[in-house]
């Protein structure tokens, strides 16, 4: 499974768009990014999904790149209604960690906060379309 890091919203809406208008398949995985003082994200919820999402992705779905997608800091994300990653007609992300799945182009689900760290619903989740993928 590639991990594509897109570090700024301009990059992960470019693949979005690439992955829209190629009606391909993707993984994007939405969190808190890392404080430069401990290196581990500033979201507790983050924190505890970030092992469970990568492994089971890892050993689910292979074939699917999982793009990285950073929202910010705490100050830039928390009570801030007009953050790109809230508005993007793709993303529409509203909490995080929020996983979203793209299957030929359209959105075919998302999981959200504490389903991102159960094992079993990331499992089933990813498994609901495991057909050949056409990968970005």
Not at 5 to 32: I, K
Not at 67 to 86: I, L, S
Request: aromatic share 8%; with cysteine; net charge negative.
């Amino acid at each position: 499974m590639p991990i594509v890091r897109c570090a700024t919203v301009s990059e992960a809406a470019h693949v979005a768009d690439t992955v829209v208008s190629t009606q391909a398949t993707a993984l994007f995985v939405f969190f808190g990014a890392e404080d430069p003082q401990t290196g581990e994200s500033w979201c507790p919820d983050c924190v505890t999904a970030d092992p469970v999402l990568r492994r089971t992705i890892a050993l689910t779905r292979k074939d699917l790149i999982l793009y990285e997608c950073p929202v910010g800091q705490r100050a830039d994300w928390k009570n801030q209604p007009a953050h790109p990653y809230r508005l993007h007609p793709l993303f529409r992300v509203a909490r995080i960690p929020t996983l979203v799945f793209v299957e030929n182009g359209v959105e075919r689900g998302r999981l959200v906060e504490a389903d991102c760290a159960q094992v079993a619903v990331v499992e089933a989740f990813l498994r609901s379309s495991s057909g050949p993928q056409a990968v970005v």
